[in-house]
């Protein structure tokens, strides 16, 4: 769901990822893309590499950081940095309304879309959670239905395509064995689509990274509550590879895989800004099977493929559409 995330996780993770998300659709009405010469080598690196790994380094930081406090103290770490850094460069304070915004769609995304994937890496692997949700653009584009925008043939063959991996996914022994687990991705997915959605159609946020600060900053607040009510007790002192992922999730996850990704909105193709959505998957299971010892069935490294060819057939379609 980041990820992403920053709202791909954040559209950032993203995962979650903010993924194909409100600035994937505004990159479509830009202008013509502008080549990033010898920077799109490194802003790709950061949002298929990084963004592939900040799914294996929630798993190393739930080693001291439980689910919801993780999250929350990043988030709240992520937006202060964010939002002092627009004050610094003149950016207007939210208003009002832009932060009430912010409140709703950070609750939905954040509080519920990346607690819930947090939360689901307690007893799920992690490559198993973020094949799940590559389902997240699919989700977006039915949930767009409500809002007049039908689908082409091929985006609505890849709805169904990823659909039916996300139910392979479902039956294969990983999520078989966490039903909790298979409920907290579920409804990662679920929240994180709907906040997606109302943050471009009725929910808008302050302009540019100050909304995505605002964002950060009112779901870490959610989280930490979430936390604060399930009783959670991070562990003290905490592990040095516990320390370690949740640093990495702040600076490399949240701040420069994001700005990456701004990079590759603005100057790139739409199509190959969110094309992370489809490498994250394979880049988070090979990671979690390599580094984090986590085993993957025959069976759900197919169902993981059937979700993807989901995503490529979508992507296809929008851009055919465009």
Do not use: D
């Not at 993780?70 to 004050?87: C, E, I, K, P, S």
């Not at 207007?92 to 832009?98: C, E, G, H, I, S």
């Not at 193709?269 to 489809?278: D, E, H, I, K």
């Amino acid at each position: 769901m980041y990820g992403s995330t920053l709202a791909a996780f954040i559209r950032f993770e993203g995962t979650v990822l903010h993924t194909n998300n409100t600035m994937t659709a505004l990159a479509s009405r830009a202008a013509p893309p502008s080549p990033l010469s010898g920077l799109l080598p490194l802003c790709l690196a950061a949002t298929w590499l990084v963004w592939g790994s900040t799914y294996l380094a929630i798993k190393f930081a739930l080693l001291s950081f439980p689910p919801f406090f993780q999250m929350g103290t990043r988030f709240v770490f992520a937006g202060a940095v964010l939002m002092a850094w627009m004050r610094w460069r003149g950016a207007a304070w939210p208003t009002r309304t832009q932060w009430r915004n912010a409140l709703l769609v950070g609750s939905l995304m954040l509080g519920g879309g990346m607690g819930g994937t947090a939360y689901a890496e307690v007893s799920v692997g992690s490559g198993l959670v973020v094949a799940f949700i590559a389902v997240v653009p699919l989700m977006i584009a039915a949930l767009n239905l409500f809002y007049g925008l039908k689908p082409t043939r091929l985006e609505l063959a890849g709805i169904v395509v990823g659909l039916g991996g996300v139910s392979m996914l479902t039956q294969g022994a990983g999520f078989q064995a966490s039903p909790a687990g298979l409920a907290a991705i579920a409804l990662a997915c679920v929240t994180w689509s709907v906040g997606s959605v109302l943050s471009q159609r009725s929910l808008p946020l302050a302009p540019g990274a100050t909304g995505f600060a605002s964002e950060m900053l009112c779901g870490g607040v959610v989280l930490l509550i979430i936390s604060a009510l399930t009783g959670e007790s991070p562990q003290w002192p905490a592990q040095p590879a516990a320390v370690a992922a949740w640093f990495y999730l702040v600076v490399f996850g949240s701040l420069i895989a994001f700005n990456a990704y701004m990079l590759l909105l603005a100057h790139a193709s739409a199509g190959l800004a969110s094309s992370y959505t489809f490498v994250n998957p394979v880049i988070a299971m090979l990671l979690g099977v390599a580094v984090g010892g986590e085993v993957v069935t025959s069976f759900e490294w197919m169902a993981a493929g059937v979700v993807l060819l989901g995503v490529v057939l979508m992507l296809s379609g929008q851009r055919r559409g465009e």
